[in-house]
């Protein structure tokens, strides 16, 4: 997710699972063959397993982007066909792509010719239709066409995308979900892996309505509160979590957290994706308070975490 899942908060996020499929934030191919790769896709093995998400619309330019980062451990290269930021809609590529379900054909094509057998799997990230589609005659369209392509997982956002008029923001809460039209996509699509999203809000929510599908993925709730993703490997996974509370996960994150600060990175790029950690426990706003307050100051250093975490009852329970 944009300016959410960057490496900061994938390490935090290896902290409360060790299972998870973690994402990158969405990479332009035109970056990725203009600009710095090792810079743009920067990430360690302590986050995988990683999957690379790209945006683009242009089969060869997708191929090249694929030839560049295909060998540099990530385990999945995802399209983007989801993203309704107008941004994205000038590139013509995100969710104003599914419009044209023939040039999506030839994007899929190029960048698994590009991968190659032994290279990461290619996927998609879809919305069920954009606009006025008619989703119930579009969506099986669209995944006839991927069913035929080499791509066998696709993610589906269960909304529509409306490009025009709606922020990125609404149009992740106006349009409304549709869970059960990915079901019957499942039944009529046996073999195509499908992954739910949109509006899962905790993982028992995720397993319930994906139940009959191949996985759910969660945005929001596992950002805004992260303590979420402790469920997911004993609950999914049926392994213990890494840790047993998010305090626990919180101190392990510091020798990472003290590498950024010696690397010369000031200590809110990690605090801020920490501020969710607590919530409607007693020194939650007091936690967020001193982490949003303090983090900025200059010389900032773990002692902000520290202080921030005594304000919060060590009997939490994971
Ligand atoms: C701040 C933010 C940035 C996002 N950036 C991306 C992105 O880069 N690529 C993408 O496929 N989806 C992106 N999304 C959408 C999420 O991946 C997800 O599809 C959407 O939030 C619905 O799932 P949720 O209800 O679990 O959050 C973003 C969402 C948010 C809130």
Redesign the pocket.
């Known amino acids: 997710?944009?300016?959410?899942t960057d490496r900061h908060w994938r390490r935090f996020a290896r902290t409360l699972t060790k299972c998870a499929l973690l994402y990158t934030?969405?990479v332009t191919a035109k970056a990725l063959i203009h600009g710095n790769v090792q810079q743009l896709t920067a990430h360690s093995p302590d986050e995988y397993p990683l999957a690379l998400?790209i945006g683009g619309a242009e089969p060869q330019e997708l191929f090249q982007a694929v030839i560049k980062t295909r060998d540099l451990g990530f385990c999945e290269i995802n399209l983007?066909l989801?993203?309704p930021s107008d941004r994205v809609q000038s590139g013509s590529f995100g969710a104003a792509l599914m419009k044209d379900p023939t040039r999506v054909a030839e994007c899929l094509d190029a960048m698994h010719q590009a991968s190659g057998t032994a290279g990461p799997e290619i996927t998609a990230?879809i919305r069920l239709g954009v606009d006025d589609d008619d989703v119930n005659k579009t969506l099986p369209e669209f995944l006839e066409m991927l069913n035929q392509s080499p791509i066998q997982r696709v993610i589906i956002?269960a909304r529509k995308a409306i490009l025009g008029g709606l922020s990125p923001k609404q149009n992740?809460e106006i349009p409304p979900l549709d869970y059960s039209i990915v079901h019957s996509m499942k039944k009529e699509f046996q073999a195509m892996r499908i992954i739910l999203?949109?509006?899962?809000e905790s993982v028992e929510h995720g397993l319930h309505e994906a139940e009959g599908l191949d996985g759910f993925?969660?945005?929001?709730?596992a950002y805004q509160k992260p303590q979420t993703l402790l469920r997911i490997d004993p609950l999914v996974f049926g392994q213990s979590a890494p840790h047993q509370t998010a305090r626990d996960a919180l101190l392990a994150y510091r020798p990472y957290v003290e590498s950024v600060l010696t690397s010369g990175f000031p200590l809110k790029h990690v605090t801020r994706h920490l501020v969710g950690l607590y919530h409607e426990v007693p020194g939650a706003r007091q936690f967020r308070r001193i982490l949003s307050e303090r983090a900025h100051q200059p010389g900032a250093d773990w002692s902000v975490i520290a202080e921030a975490l005594n304000t919060i009852q060590d009997t939490e329970q994971a």
């Open positions: 997710m944009m300016e959410w934030e969405m998400q983007n989801g993203c990230k956002h992740r999203n949109g509006g899962l993925m969660l945005g929001r709730a």
